[in-house]
Each structure stands twice: as structure tokens, then as C-alpha cells.
């Protein structure tokens, strides 16, 4: 977490009023069920490229999601990975 861009996204998404909930598999205080969070949320936004991520099935996120959105941050996916599972995808850094 030392010196991570994530801290400053988290913190000005609340600042503009934005519920934020955070996951990373391998922080004790983070750790949880993907899926069950990913229920209703409005996008999702990868800010590390950690494996477990590449093991997600992403239609099955995209199923419980209330808006389909994947902003990938650290090119985890392909834009053909997420539109195949029915999410509207956002790769930052792509051009």
C-alpha cells in the first residue's frame, strides 16, 4: 500500500461522494468475496495487476454489476475479454 496511486483515487472518489469499496486479495483488511462486492456497483477499477484477477470470471461479475463498467488500470484484461462478458471497458495508458 506504501506509495500507492490507489490511496489518492480512493481518497478523491470520496471526496466527489463516491462509495468506495476496496478489494485486494492479499491485505488482510481487504480481503472478501469479489462477487459479492461487485454486487451493484456502478464499475470496477483495477489499480493493481495481481494474479487472482486474471482468474476471475468476468461474466459472472458482470452479471451482479448494476452498470457493466471495467476501468483496467493495469492491463489485467483485454477489451475483447470485457465486452465478451458483457462489460463496457476502459483500458487506461492504450491510446
Known amino acids: ?14 471526496e466527489l461522494g463516491t462509495e468506495v469499496v476496496i478489494h485486494d486479495p492479499y491485505i488482510a483488511g481487504y480481503k472478501g468475496d469479489l462477487l459479492t462486492l461487485a454486487m451493484n456497483a456502478d464499475a470496477i477499477v483495477v489499480m493493481v495487476a495481481h494474479h487472482n484477477y486474471k482468474m476471475v470470471k468476468l461474466s459472472e461479475i458482470s452479471a451482479v454489476m448494476r452498470t457493466p463498467l471495467l476501468i483496467d488500470g493495469r492491463s489485467v484484461y483485454t477489451r475483447e475479454q470485457a465486452e465478451q462478458a458483457g462489460l463496457k471497458y476502459i483500458g487506461l495508458g492504450k491510446g
Open 1 to 14: 500500500m506504501r506509495n500507492s496511486p490507489s490511496i489518492v483515487l480512493v481518497k478523491r472518489l470520496r
